[in-house]
């Protein structure tokens, strides 16, 4: 099939290039981003190839269509960044890749926990500069606190990310609390709680979101959850940056009761993340703002980013092109039912 891949950096060609390898497909790598203004560089593919940030709202999708679209190849499990009910409607496969070593993702929540805890960010800087004063750097063991889990795979579903992240914890000897609405058979067996929100925030030193967005999920964590948290809580967000409202955030790190931060994923990512910005000023005021805090650890959506993972996606990707030009079925569909109107 003839292919166009958008955000495509060397790394997403390296690994593709490798899983295409015996599959033939013909990949036109382009580094931007699809939307709106750039939809016209995909007019006669078949197929496009897309991440996190691109978006492919219904206008798009409609005139991709009318331009011999056939397949939306996500590089990523979350689809919120494409309309898939307009997709459906207009006859466009969208196909994803559900899981793609979600330990990747876990051990980079665990990752910002630890950072964020002992400080090690800090003492590697100060360490260079001669600076072996411990002041500042004073954390606390992870034995024996309580950690939210908000998202942590349904019963029968393997590799969630909440599960693996709910594992870890449990061997550092933590209290897991968690929530979903399809409580995870295997951690109630490994003595994890499930509580509603409301309950959960109140008892966590911790919490960590591995729920999908949705809009049951957009912006969950807004000022009147953050008031319900444990004084010093530590807020860690690997899913996707909407699950939290960003002002309520900052005012809960400025007032309380946020103790520290660390995030992978931010609200408005996509004019921000993925690129070297060094040279140019951020003219995003509520993400700068986040910087100047020194409790705030803030990732640019790496937490995918191991060789493992690009592999999985690179495969899983390569194969769903496959399937879809052979059986007119993509492996992975993503299909959603549309909202009604009762009214
Ligand atoms: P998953 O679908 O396996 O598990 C998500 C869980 O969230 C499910 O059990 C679901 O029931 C639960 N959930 C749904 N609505 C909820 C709600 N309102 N409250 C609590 N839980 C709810 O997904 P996953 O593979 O574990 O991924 C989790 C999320 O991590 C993805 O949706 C994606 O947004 C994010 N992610 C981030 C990166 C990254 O690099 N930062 C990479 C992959 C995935």
Same mark, same amino acid.
């Given at each position: 099939m003839r292919v166009a891949v958008f955000s495509a950096r060397p790394y997403d060609e390296q690994f593709l290039a490798g899983a295409n390898a015996g599959a033939g497909h013909e990949l036109t790598y382009l580094e931007t981003r699809l939307s709106r203004e750039t939809g016209r560089l995909a007019a006669g593919f078949d197929a496009v190839c897309v991440f996190v940030n691109d978006e492919l709202d219904a206008d798009l999708l409609g005139a991709l269509r009318a331009d011999g679209l056939k $397949? &939306? /190849?996500? @590089?990523?499990?979350?689809? #919120?960044?494409?309309? +898939? +009910?307009?997709?459906q409607r207009c006859g466009v496969t969208v196909a994803r890749v559900p899981a793609? *070593?979600?330990? /990747?993702? /876990?051990?980079? *929540?665990?990752?910002?926990?630890?950072?964020? #805890? @002992?400080?090690?960010? !800090?003492?590697?800087? !100060?360490?260079?500069?001669? #600076?072996?004063?411990?002041?500042?750097? $004073?954390?606390?063991?992870?034995?024996?606190?309580? &950690?939210? +889990? &908000?998202?942590?795979?349904?019963?029968?579903?393997?590799?969630?990310?909440?599960?693996?992240?709910? !594992?870890?914890?449990?061997? =550092?000897g933590c209290v897991v609390v968690a929530h979903d609405p399809c409580p995870n058979r295997r951690l109630l067996d490994l003595g994890v709680r499930y509580a509603s929100i409301p309950e959960l925030l109140p008892l966590c030193d911790i919490v960590t979101l591995h729920c999908p967005l949705t809009p049951a999920t957009h912006r969950m964590i807004d000022a009147s959850a953050i008031g319900r948290m444990k004084p010093g809580v530590m807020l860690i967000n690997t899913s996707r940056g909407a699950v939290v409202d960003t002002i309520a955030v900052i005012h809960g790190l400025k007032s309380g009761p946020i103790g520290s931060l660390g995030l992978d994923v931010y609200e408005e990512e996509s004019a921000l993340f993925f690129e070297d910005r060094s040279e140019r000023f951020i003219d995003d005021d509520v993400f700068?703002?986040?910087?100047? =805090?020194?409790? +705030?650890? &803030?990732?640019?959506?790496? /937490?995918?980013?191991?060789?493992?993972?690009?592999? *999985?996606?690179?495969?899983?990707?390569?194969?769903?092109?496959?399937?879809?030009?052979?059986?007119?079925r993509a492996i992975h569909e993503v299909r959603v039912e549309p909202v009604t109107d009762a009214s």
């Open positions: $397949l &939306v /190849a996500l @590089r990523a499990a979350g689809f #919120n960044n494409v309309d +898939v +009910v307009a997709a793609y *070593s979600p330990h /990747a993702v /876990a051990e980079h *929540s665990l990752a910002l926990i630890l950072t964020l #805890n @002992r400080k090690t960010h !800090r003492a590697f800087n !100060r360490i260079r500069e001669g #600076n072996f004063a411990l002041e500042g750097l $004073l954390g606390f063991d992870l034995n024996g606190k309580t &950690v939210g +889990v &908000v998202g942590t795979g349904a019963i029968g579903a393997i590799g969630a990310i909440g599960e693996i992240v709910a !594992r870890i914890l449990l061997g =550092f700068a703002r986040l910087l100047t =805090f020194p409790n +705030v650890l &803030v990732t640019g959506h790496q /937490a995918f980013f191991t060789q493992e993972a690009l592999t *999985s996606i690179a495969d899983t990707t390569i194969a769903n092109i496959t399937a879809f030009e052979r059986t007119g």
